[in-house]
T-cell receptor, first 111, second 110 residues
């Protein structure tokens, strides 16, 4: 039972490049989330999904897109990376809207 | 506007020196307050959920309490392995989302 996994763990991009972060959960949770964590700021919600095929905007959605084609997977895309997107990204899942189970994070640097 | 404030930002304790971390909140209708522990380079790990004023929960050396305006995470006789950043988050009845504080970085030295 792996819980929530994220790939990759680290990534360095140049400004303007694109990439996709993959999140997978094996707990059969309906809800999944993408957060970013920056120094001096609390975790901020980027996008979330309340079920397969659904997505919704969070607090800081600009510059990101998401897809939830399968219940166990939630993808976060950056179409044209900017230095302001340098951050640590956490995926989480929950049974309905309860406690979030977090993945180990992806550290992204945009040069 | 819903807000969560944690204090202090950082806390250094000697092993065995008990203390408390604070999480104060202003929200329109508290649904639940969550405490998480986060080790460097890892994701937050769930500790407790509190739902109503007066509620208390314990786990090993940690005890979380809740009032109508704040929550405390009491650490009794801490050990170096308790060193971590402790995050609190609130959930309101208006939304399913969690609003996170910026955390308290705790260091316990021998």
């Amino acid at each position: 039972n792996a819980g929530v996994t994220q790939t990759p763990k680290f990534r360095v991009l140049k400004t303007g490049q694109s990439m996709t972060l993959l999140c997978a959960q094996d707990m059969n949770h309906e809800y999944m989330y993408w957060y970013r964590q920056d120094p001096g700021m609390g975790l901020r919600l980027i996008h979330y999904s309340v079920g397969e095929g659904t997505t919704a905007k969070g607090e800081v959605p600009d510059g990101y897109n998401v897809s939830r084609l399968k219940k166990q997977n939630f993808l976060l895309g950056l179409e044209s990376a900017a230095p302001s997107q340098t951050s640590v990204y956490f995926c989480a899942s929950s049974y309905l809207a309860g406690n979030r189970f977090f993945g180990p994070g992806t550290r992204l640097t945009v040069l | 506007e819903d807000q969560v404030t944690q204090s202090p930002e950082a806390l250094r304790l000697q092993e065995g020196e008990s203390s408390s971390l604070n999480c104060s909140y202003t929200v329109s209708g508290l649904r639940g307050l969550f405490w998480y522990r986060q080790d460097p380079g890892k994701g937050p790990e769930f500790l407790f959920t509190l739902y109503s004023a007066g509620e208390e929960k314990e786990k090993e050396r940690l005890k979380a309490t809740l009032t109508k305006k704040e929550s405390f995470l009491h650490i009794t006789a801490p050990k170096p392995e308790d060193s971590a950043t402790y995050l609190c988050a609130v959930q309101t009845y208006n939304t399913d989302k969690l609003i996170f504080g910026t955390g308290t970085r705790l260091q316990v030295f021998p």
